[in-house]
């Protein structure tokens, strides 16, 4: 029997089954899920349905073996959560089930469950070098010791992520996490003479991140990883205008990402929702750094050199938690529950610094259940935008693609961050009109792309303190609060009806501020706003 898989369940059109989006028939069906008898009873029925074949065909078969394939099957039908009695389900099915729901109602969709990630970069193996073929070949290895520290106290890093590259192209090398000695040792073929590139990767505050080139394999590497100097001037704060005080007042701003740190001094959190199936709703705090990072790039108003400044400090922050702990981690089931929770709270931008990828060669795919929600978003004037993806000038991951989504790119800029940082390893060719600025390697383009945003090198909060990312999830929030600004600014639209009208004119906003920075439309859009 094939094993149960998670499937999203939505009436024929939108998210919920009304008199215009669904047959009485499915609304009775979605809201007869709600109680555990309604369940049962479709387990039950479902059951029946898929072993109708099954039961004949095993015939004379003794009926001891017929009970435990029957038992098996009743079993692989659950209700994971629900969004509103008459909306959408999470359900875990075997395909057979799915299939039987769909012979039971004919105006369902079932959606598969899609995780997306965050829209951060870092660098990452894909593969190792391919062992010697003999004896003699594999005696001759060569080992590369590791040390690193602290810039600012000295101390041993423990837990650093070291990554190295002998192909950077096909993303083969080796790689390992240091110990409390601050030490890691790489070994690879005595074939190897060098690493490519060599990255030391973290989650520390107040340090960069470290890179290197043509790194010898053999013998020892001291890194010490550079302190944070929050006076000196960034990609954010070189590409777009930090915000003044009072800058994005009115204007709410919904953080779909990994929740945001409640306390940090320089963040304000209106309000939220953990969307996580099997989390907690009322916990909608960090997991992890890269929500509170995209936070403080909307709305940070701390001021240097003992905080950091986002583009709209006065906007309000909403921070619904998609990102979590358990096996839901980034469900798509989350997304939309995140979505329609930010709309009801009246949000008037969403941020979606995340995406999903494409199967690998493959087209980028559309998420039914997330496309859903979008469009019920923008049927009431609420603008999402998001992050383009980080593989590597691929095509643009979704719901970046989606037409209603503002999809930004990231650019950096030379200068902005230590030259023996991860981020040098991001300029690439083309650069802009000003030589100094470049789309970032790591940046998904495309002909769907609408602007591009500071996005290598940005500095802004985390949980402990603040600290340095780069991906187009850093891009997105700049974009994002410079939309927010400009509507806080625009009164007419900030107040108007909330249609659809509401969001193509926030869209318009943006576009009339967007310049170009000297690159093609396929990676930066209409351009860069201020």
């Not at 060599?198 to 990883?225: C, F």
Request: some cysteine.
């Amino acid at each position: 029997m094939s094993h149960p898989q998670r499937y999203l369940i939505l009436p024929a059109r939108g998210l919920q089954a009304t008199p215009d989006t669904a047959s009485t028939a499915v609304h009775d069906f979605l809201t007869s899920l709600v109680s555990p008898s309604g369940v049962t009873a479709l387990r039950k029925k479902l059951n029946a349905t898929v072993n109708a074949g099954a039961t004949a065909a095993l015939g004379g078969v003794n009926k001891k073996l017929k009970a435990k394939s029957q038992g098996v099957e009743v079993e692989a039908f659950e209700l994971v959560a629900s969004l509103h009695e008459n909306g959408v389900k999470l359900v875990s099915a075997t395909p057979e089930m799915a299939a039987a729901m769909r012979y039971e109602q004919p105006g369902l969709r079932l959606v598969p469950e899609q995780f997306y990630r965050p829209a951060v970069f870092l660098a990452e193996l894909r593969s190792r070098p391919a062992k010697p073929s003999t004896a003699a070949a594999a005696a001759l290895k060569r080992t590369l010791e590791i040390e690193v520290i602290r810039g600012d106290t000295g101390q041993a890093v423990r837990g650093a992520d070291v990554v190295a590259f002998t192909n950077y192209e096909t993303r083969e090398g080796e790689g390992g996490r240091t110990k409390a000695n601050g030490k890691v040792s790489l070994t690879v073929p005595g074939s190897v003479k060098s690493y490519k590139r060599l990255y030391v990767q973290h989650d520390l505050a107040g340090l960069w991140s470290h890179y290197a080139v043509n790194v010898n394999s053999k013998g020892t590497l001291r890194v010490v990883l550079k302190k944070l100097d929050l006076t000196v001037e960034d990609s954010l704060r070189h590409f777009h205008d930090v915000g003044l005080d009072g800058s994005g007042e009115g204007v709410k701003v919904g953080v779909i990402d990994s929740g945001i740190a409640l306390h940090h001094p320089d963040l304000t959190v209106a309000g939220g929702l953990g969307c996580v199936p099997d989390e907690p709703d009322a916990d909608f705090g960090p997991s992890g750094s890269h929500g509170t990072h995209v936070a403080g790039i909307i709305a940070g108003h701390g001021k240097a050199p003992t905080g950091v400044r986002g583009v709209a400090p006065a906007a309000k922050l909403y921070s619904y938690r998609v990102f979590g702990t358990s096996e839901s981690s980034g469900s798509n089931f989350a997304l939309v529950k995140a979505i329609e929770r930010a709309v009801e709270d009246g949000c008037d931008l969403l941020n979606m610094s995340l995406g999903f990828d494409a199967p690998e060669g493959g087209v980028p795919q559309v998420d039914e259940a997330v496309q859903e929600a979008i469009r019920g978003a923008h049927k009431r004037g609420v603008l999402v935008v998001a992050a383009a993806g980080n593989d590597g000038r691929k095509p643009v991951n979704y719901p970046g693609f989606d037409d209603l989504v503002i999809a930004v790119s990231a650019v950096g800029r030379k200068g902005t961050f230590p030259v023996d940082s991860g981020e040098s390893g991001d300029v690439m060719p083309p650069y802009g009109t000003d030589a100094k600025n470049f789309i970032a390697a790591f940046s998904n383009i495309g002909t769907e792309l609408d602007v591009a945003g500071a996005g290598v090198g940005v500095v802004s909060t985390v949980p402990d303190g603040y600290a340095p990312m780069s991906g187009t999830s850093m891009a997105c929030p700049a974009v994002t609060g410079v939309l927010a600004r400009l509507l806080a600014a625009a009164p007419a639209i900030l107040n108007g009806p909330r249609d659809s009208n509401r969001a193509d004119a926030i869209k318009k906003l943006l576009f009339d501020r967007a310049k170009t920075l000297g690159f093609k439309l396929e990676l930066e859009g209409k351009g860069l706003p201020r």
